[in-house]
Nanobody
Framework: QVQLVESGGGLVQPGGSLRLSCVVSGGTLNNYAMAWFRQAPGKEREFVSAINWIGSTADYAGAVKGRFTISRVNFKNTLYLQMNRLQPEDTAVYYC???????????????????WGQGTQVTVSS
């Protein structure tokens, strides 16, 4: 059974940075395309960023492009999201997700992902 566990969330002031991590167990990370999604209170889950199985292709939502960087270290079974210049509108629960794939894909729809973590809260406030 594949399990995903996020960490690294917290409270940060506007303009600050956080790095989220997602550790995968029960499977080998290099068999999966991975992504980060987020969900703010009262809103639908939205795409943040995705990366293909080997880390050669990444995709970002327009709202985070240039501020967030997704990366992966397959031998550590870990996915990362470096978030810089955080803004209050980035406040949400952040989820990592995985789908079995060895292709050059970076899906941006929640429905395309099979495995999900429990989420980590990110709050940007002064």
């Amino acid at each position: 059974q594949v399990q995903l566990v996020e960490s690294g969330g917290g409270l940060v002031q506007p303009g600050g940075s956080l790095r989220l991590s997602c550790v995968v167990s029960g499977g080998t990370l290099n068999n999966y395309a991975m992504a980060w999604f987020r969900q703010a209170p009262g809103k639908e889950r939205e795409f943040v960023s995705a990366i293909n199985w080997i880390g050669s292709t990444a995709d970002y939502a327009g709202a985070v492009k240039g501020r967030f960087t997704i990366s992966r270290v397959n031998f550590k079974n870990t996915l990362y999201l470096q978030m810089n210049r955080l803004q209050p509108e980035d406040t949400a629960v952040y989820y990592c997700a995985a789908v079995y794939s060895s292709g050059d894909i970076t899906p941006d729809s929640p429905a395309q992902y099979r495995y999900w973590g429990q989420g980590t809260q990110v709050t940007v406030s002064s």
